[in-house]
Every structure is written in structure tokens, then in C-alpha cells.
């Protein structure tokens, strides 16, 4: 007998999740919801509601986050500006976005750490891999900030090098774009979506990955 309102269970629901540990790249830009730039609290809120229903699933979570939506190191703001400069600059912006990300999981009923390639000590807890994985078996949710804490190497690089580092089972990639190009997609309306592509096929085109540059 169906009871109305009663919650839906699967019938043979999974005994341990696909993936015990992922890593999760969110662009600076996923923050800023509709917003022309900034961090929209909505957007951030829904993002931690989805974090955690993955989290109570007994699923390991971290995450490396960008920080385009506050500054890009190859923007127009960046203009003439030394590039390792601008990178570092946009190092701290992903900082930014890591605390404000932190401060609504923690309201939200999870309990997360900031550790950030740069050492900002008073700020947030340097990078330390054993500490990263010892938060991870204990539940917590882990943000990365500071990119590999140096310039000229993307935030997706960071992604992949923390999630080998701590030893995700999985690195997962979230931006306004559903996949990869073969230009931006929001600015190039011809632009199409591979639906399959390889290592060396990327290398050797000019494609457009939806992501962020250092600075992220």
C-alpha cells in the first residue's frame, strides 16, 4: 500500500555510494548565480544544499574553487599588468569565494575547512595533504583555495593535481557550460559541443575549455 506523502525509496538501493571520495571543481562564476559579477547568496545556498545531499549519502567530498567571478588574471582588469602579478591576485579572489563557501556550509549543517596554497595563516589553514584526507574521513567537506599557489597554472590544474593528492576516486567539473567547445560557447553561437573527444585531439585543436585561466 502507497501512503501519500510518504518519501520514495529505491528498491535496491546502492549498499555504498559509486564513488567513496570526489573532487569537485566549481568556477568562480557558478557563485555569481544571474549576477553580473560577485557572489550571489541564493546561488551559494543552493550549491550547499547539493553538496550535502551527497555528503549524507557517505560520499567524501572536496572541492577546488576558481575565482573569475572577483578577477580573472587574463581579464581587461589585468590589462598590462604583469601576468604573475594578476595571477596571484586572482590566487586570493578564489580565497574569497573558498571563506564565503565555507560560512554557508557551516550554517548549512556541514562542517567544512578552508586550506589554501598561499599561506594566509590568521585567514585559513595552510595546505597540508595528510590533514586534507584526515578531514575527508571524517566527514568534513575540504576547499581548496589558492589554485597550486602558482602562477601561470589554471585552477583546473589545481583540480586534477588535488584530486590525485588526496586520492578522489573521481574529479568532477561544474561550470555554466555542459561540456567542451570548439569555442566559447557564450560568446560564439556557432560554437559546437564534442561528444566525444581525446587527450591528444584537445591538445592538437584549438578548443575551448569551459573553465578558468589562474586567476581562475
Not at 589585468?78 to 591576485?89: E, I, K, L, N, V
Request: contains cysteine.
Amino acid at each position: 500500500m502507497k501512503v501519500a506523502g510518504a518519501p520514495r525509496t529505491e528498491l535496491n538501493p546502492p549498499a555504498h555510494p559509486a564513488y567513496p571520495r570526489i573532487l569537485l571543481k566549481l568556477s568562480g562564476e557558478a557563485l555569481m548565480g544571474s549576477d553580473a559579477f560577485g557572489i550571489n547568496r541564493e546561488t551559494v545556498d543552493r550549491i550547499v544544499g547539493e553538496v550535502k545531499e551527497v555528503s549524507e549519502l557517505g560520499v567524501q567530498v572536496g572541492i577546488v574553487i576558481g575565482g573569475g567571478n572577483i578577477f580573472r588574471g587574463v581579464s581587461q582588469g589585468a590589462a598590462g599588468m604583469d601576468r604573475a602579478t594578476a595571477d596571484y591576485m586572482g590566487m586570493l579572489a578564489t580565497v574569497i569565494n573558498a571563506l564565503a563557501l565555507q560560512d554557508a556550509m557551516n550554517r548549512g549543517g556541514l562542517v567544512a575547512r578552508v586550506q589554501s596554497a598561499l599561506s594566509i595563516e590568521p585567514v585559513v589553514e595552510p595546505y597540508i595533504r595528510g590533514k586534507a584526507i584526515r578531514y575527508l574521513e571524517e566527514g568534513k567537506i575540504v576547499i581548496f583555495a589558492a589554485g597550486t599557489g602558482n602562477p601561470f597554472f589554471t585552477t583546473d590544474t589545481a583540480a586534477a593535481l588535488r584530486g590525485r593528492e588526496v586520492e578522489a576516486n573521481i574529479v568532477l567539473k561544474a561550470t555554466k557550460v555542459d561540456g567542451v567547445y570548439t569555442a566559447d560557447p557564450m560568446k560564439d553561437k556557432t560554437a559546437t559541443r564534442y561528444t566525444k573527444l581525446t587527450f591528444d585531439e584537445a591538445s592538437s585543436r584549438s578548443t575551448c575549455f569551459p573553465s578558468s585561466r589562474m586567476g581562475p
